[in-house]
């Protein structure tokens, strides 16, 4: 089977940095991708890893290593419109009926932000 | 960039009846949608992957009797659940593929809050 497990709840304030960590067991791995999102709306796109390593993108980085099934979303400068829930995805290769493989989620932190 | 538009956003209906979700890609072709749902402070559960032109692939444990997907053009792609009942009162998502776009793969809906009472 699929595992996927991120903390359920994390708390921070205004101007601090938060680091959200995400370990997976999947039987095939094609990429990871981080999701924020808020609620009652649709996750929108943060970061992708498919290479061991730390993607940086503004406020935003994502590190991944695939030998210990391990990534963390970095979020620096808190703000409180950061405050969301945000959702590890792992990939799987392509296989039967997709084309480019289906996405197994964890369960998503929800991330507090406080003044 | 690449929007999908998903009506409604949300829909209250009675028990036994059926409700249409339909998710429009507009400025882009989308050859696979997926099609999930998630649970108050859940994950997002896929449901079933549809391509265009051909039958859906239901995940183990959806009724795909129940869960009617239709994909029959590259831009639309509609999720009807029929005869609902209080238990399928879920949030509703589908998400498409992005062609050529490996890095991003994927654009998803705004999603549909179904409620059935």
């Known amino acids: 089977g699929q595992n996927i497990d991120q903390p359920t709840e994390m708390t921070a304030t205004e101007g601090a940095i938060v680091q959200i960590n995400c370990t997976y067991q999947t039987s095939g791995f094609n990429g990871l991708f981080w999701y924020q999102q808020h609620a009652g709306e649709a996750p929108t796109f943060l970061s992708y890893?498919?290479?061991?390593g730390l993607e940086e993108k503004g406020r935003f980085s994502s590190f991944l290593s695939r030998s210990k099934g391990y990534s963390y979303l970095l979020l620096k400068e808190l703000q409180m419109k950061d405050s969301a829930s945000y959702l590890c995805?792992?990939?799987?290769?392509?296989?039967?009926?997709?084309?480019?493989?289906?996405?197994?989620f964890g369960r998503g932190t929800q991330l507090t932000v406080w003044p | 960039g690449a929007v999908v538009s998903q009506h409604p956003s949300r829909v209250i209906c009675k028990s036994g009846t059926s409700v249409k979700i339909e998710c429009r890609s507009l400025?882009?072709?989308?050859?696979?949608m997926f099609w999930y749902r998630q649970f108050p402070k859940k994950s997002l559960m896929l449901m079933a992957t549809?391509?265009?032109?051909?039958?859906?692939?239901?995940e183990q444990g959806v009724e795909k009797d129940k869960f009617l997907i239709n994909h029959a053009s590259l831009t639309l792609s509609t999720l009807t659940v029929t005869s609902a009942h209080p238990e399928d009162s879920s949030f509703y998502i589908c998400?498409?593929?992005?062609?050529?776009?490996?890095?991003?793969?994927?654009?998803f809906g705004s999603g549909t809050r179904l409620t059935v009472v």
């Open positions: 549809s391509n265009e032109g051909s039958k859906a692939t239901y």
């Open positions: 890893n498919v290479l061991d």
């Open positions: 998400s498409a593929k992005l062609r050529d776009r490996e890095n991003y793969g994927y654009t």
């Open positions: 400025d882009f072709q989308a050859t696979t």
């Open positions: 995805a792992v990939r799987a290769p392509p296989g039967r009926g997709s084309t480019l493989g289906r996405l197994y």
